[in-house]
């Protein structure tokens, strides 16, 4: 079988210790693998959702970095983060069934797309799923919580010295080196 038709599961995923939780037991993990509908492609400069669309999944990032992004009133586009390989996004659409932002990828990437209602049906079977849900959640909380401090109370340099100091400690739980970063981002 050729290598680009393989199918890799999330029990054998390098990346399962970011995106999903730890410690499942054979049943547990098989019960995983059902978790994922499909992968999706996504090529440099287009979307994986968008503002306005109907919420459906949650995606764990394969490969690739993504930027979410919000229209701001006088027509700009305003970042709201950089989600990379082991995350996962679409967490905004769970409260209204829409989503409230793009998610838009800075290279060629690839997304395990988890739809909700999949996940909420097998959250209550798998205590250890659904922790791990919560933890997600409240994850997403805590970085937007810093966010709006790190907005409102620091100089431009003291932010990109804290995004830059952010972004090399996700690289570094991901085995990354730390003596070299490349942004992805065109500004």
């Known amino acids: 079988m050729p290598p680009e038709n393989l199918q ?8 399962r210790e970011l995106c999903m939780p730890v410690g499942l037991n054979a049943d547990e993990l098989r019960r995983m693998d059902s978790l994922v509908a499909t992968r999706r492609k996504v090529r440099r400069r287009e979307t994986l959702f968008r503002d306005g669309e109907a919420f459906t999944s949650l995606y764990a990032i394969r490969t ?22 082991g995350e996962i996004i679409g967490l905004d659409g769970i409260v209204t069934g829409r989503h409230s932002c793009d998610a838009v990828a800075l290279e060629d990437a690839e997304a395990c797309v988890m739809p909700f209602d999949r996940i909420e049906e097998l959250s209550r079977e798998v205590v250890t799923l659904q922790r791990h849900v919560h933890q997600v959640m409240s994850r997403e909380i805590v970085r937007e919580h810093g966010v709006m401090l790190l907005l ?12 830059l100091l952010n972004l090399v400690e996700r690289l570094h739980a991901r085995g990354f080196s730390q003596s070299e970063v490349v942004l992805r981002m065109t500004r």
């Open 64 to 85: 690739g970095v993504f930027k979410t992004r919000v229209m701001a009133a006088d027509g700009r586009d305003q970042v709201t983060g950089f989600q990379m390989a």
């Open 8 to 15: 890799v599961a999330c029990s054998n995923c390098n990346l």
């Open 152 to 163: 409102g109370s620091m100089r431009a340099e003291e932010r990109l010295a804290a995004f």
